[in-house]
């Protein structure tokens, strides 16, 4: 019976399956239909309760408070906007990370919110929505006899 030392990397060098195409994409400029894919904006949001109210807090920055939009219709609220992209035809790009584009995202609410009962505020890059829950979805203390 021979013996063979095991090599952790010996399939890494016949085989490019740990970092498959990352030499390869390194150098590969961002555009086409694969990048626009990619390089879709999606915000993330956090959901929490408090005092009465459910908050949403999406993180946007380098929006303009004007290209951010909040719709509400029944029990869905919709959060959407669009970063544009900035181009200039006396530079020359390497890469480009950033991500520009329209994003949308709709959430369900466990009740029909009233428009009147819906605030937002934009700052430093947190679009937070505030939506005031009806009086029969809060919380009530019974009192004991």
Excluded at 91 to 101: A, D, I, M, S
Excluded at 118 to 131: C, D, K, P, Q, S
């Amino acid at each position: 019976m021979q013996l063979t030392r095991w090599n952790p990397r010996h399939h890494l060098r016949h085989q490019n399956t740990f970092f498959p195409g990352l030499m390869e994409d390194f150098f590969t400029p961002f555009t086409g239909p694969r990048a626009t894919a990619l390089n879709a904006f999606m915000p993330s949001v956090d959901i929490y309760e408090k005092d009465e109210k459910l908050y949403l807090e999406a993180e946007v920055p380098g929006f303009n408070k004007e290209d951010l939009h909040v719709d509400v219709e029944a029990n869905v609220l919709t959060l959407s906007g669009e970063r544009k992209i900035e181009n200039s035809e006396q530079e020359h790009r390497f890469r480009k990370e950033r991500r520009y584009g329209k994003f949308s995202r709709s959430f369900r609410l466990d009740f029909e919110a009233d428009s009147n009962g819906v605030e937002a505020r934009y700052e430093n890059g947190i679009l937070t929505v505030m939506v005031a829950k009806p009086q029969e979805q809060q919380a009530k203390r019974i009192e004991i006899n």
